[in-house]
């Protein structure tokens, strides 16, 4: 059993930066990967940012060199800086964790959701 809680969104201008973080708790061993999703209205959920507990990461081509995904295993926290935003990234911005591994559920975590918003 994990829980996730997403926190960090906002708006911001164009051009601006916001840093997503996404804490994780209970059987925080279980969780395998983490990653970043984003939902915009009429749109499809889509992988934003991924990174392994090896610290392998994968980026979508729309955020390449503007997000960075990251991890603080000692606050099971991961974070998603985000520079350089345009109002293309606004949405709805979710934390997932992929549960795997002996005595673990294999199952998906989500969190609640964080509204980003960039304005012109």
């Known amino acids: 059993q994990v829980q996730l809680v997403e926190s960090g969104g906002g708006m911001v201008q164009a051009g601006g930066s916001l840093r997503l973080s996404c804490v994780a708790s209970?059987?925080?061993?279980?969780?395998?990967?983490m990653d970043w999703y984003r939902q915009a209205p009429g749109k499809e959920r889509e992988l934003v940012a991924l990174i392994t507990n090896g610290g392998s990461t994968y980026y979508a081509d729309s955020v390449k060199g503007r997000f960075t995904i990251s991890r603080d295993n000692a606050k099971n926290t991961v974070y998603l800086q985000m520079n350089s935003l345009n109002p293309e990234d606004t949405a709805v911005y979710y934390c997932?964790?992929?549960?795997?591994?002996?005595?673990?559920?294999?199952?998906?975590?989500w969190g609640q959701g964080t509204q980003v918003t960039v304005s012109s």
């Open positions: 997932n964790a992929s549960g795997y591994g002996t005595d673990c559920p294999v199952q998906q975590y």
């Open positions: 209970g059987d925080t061993i279980c969780i395998s990967a």
